[in-house]
């Protein structure tokens, strides 16, 4: 296969918008899928890469929430074919220990993998008049009509179902559903709150009611987010900026705390509050990324006395290739209702949808080619 011209949605400066512009996309490798772009996910990790928060090296070609077409297999590719349907989603190396027990997210390549910017001989993918532009972003930097895609990061999907609907369920809704449905695993009948219903939040709402969750509460500073989630599932909701969390939450559970919280924010003060929320031996759960270096405290006398227990969740603990398609079979039913977080942009249009999701107004916006 030659080299071909793209069309793609370009970090060039740490912090500044993204330009559109014609790339060339090289020789497919072997052990990659050629796959023409449906649409895309724009992501919160996009937003602090381009932002230089992470290390992803500039220029870059990024986007990690990929939905498209199968155009073309290199010779090693085994488990999709031309003309699938498939959502793209994080890579991994499949070779560590951690992806040998089946615990993909925790790979001990990741950084490597998702965020290198180019092929493990140090290649890339992309260039823009023979100077290299970084590609692979998650196995994938599907803010391009077409991509050399990892064979790690594809997953099949069903040909019935809207690949611009799907786009988002690679990164940020595998994440909030899967923090529920795979790591935390919450008992039937018991309570859980989110902290920030954004896309990840929204997902572990959703997902909380498919577990049989019978408290499910809200916390976020904008009531037009908080009334969507009672939509979605949430039996409850709390908005931070006028009311006191940890109080709102104990009244909620009577006093004895909540069994599981999780937060999205990475927002030091809002964890605190999460802890202080939790019932005796709850659980809390970050899945929001922070800015290197970001610490929290916890106070040690009454935490101590609760046994309580506080982890970081990755990707929603998910084997993406198992765990996306069980998401879109809940959707088919149902009971999975996220495309209510859907608003659609042109690829023009792409730091509209940045800002939009920036600012709230989007919870979650997808590029359309």
Known sequence: MTTTTVTAAVARNTGDPLTIEELQLDT?????????MAATGVCHTDAIVRDGIYPTPLPAVLGHEGAGVVE??????????VGDHVVLSAAYCGHCRQCRSGRMAYCEHLFE???GGHRHDGSTALSSDGTPISSHFFGQSSFAT??????TSVVKVDRDAPLATLAPLGCGLQTGAGAVLNDLRPEPGTSLVV??????????IMAARVAGCTTIVAVDLHDSRLELATRIGATHTVNAGTSDVVDELKKITNGDGVNYAIDTTAVPAVLRQAAESLSIRGTLALVGAAAPGTEVNFEIGASLVKGWTFKTIIQGSSVP???IPRLVELWKQGRFPFDTLIRTYSLDDINTAFADSADGSTIKPVVVF
């Not at 077409?146 to 064979?151: F, L, P, S």
């Not at 902290?195 to 572990?204: I, P």
């Open 72 to 81: 073309a297999i290199g010779d090693e590719i085994t488990t999709v074919e």
């Open 28 to 36: 497919l490798r072997p052990d990659e899928v050629r796959v023409r």
């Open 146 to 151: 077409y991509a050399n895609v990892v064979e």
């Open 113 to 115: 993998e998702d965020f």
């Open 321 to 323: 290739q198992v765990f």
């Open 195 to 204: 902290f920030g219903t954004g896309a990840v939040g929204s997902a572990a």
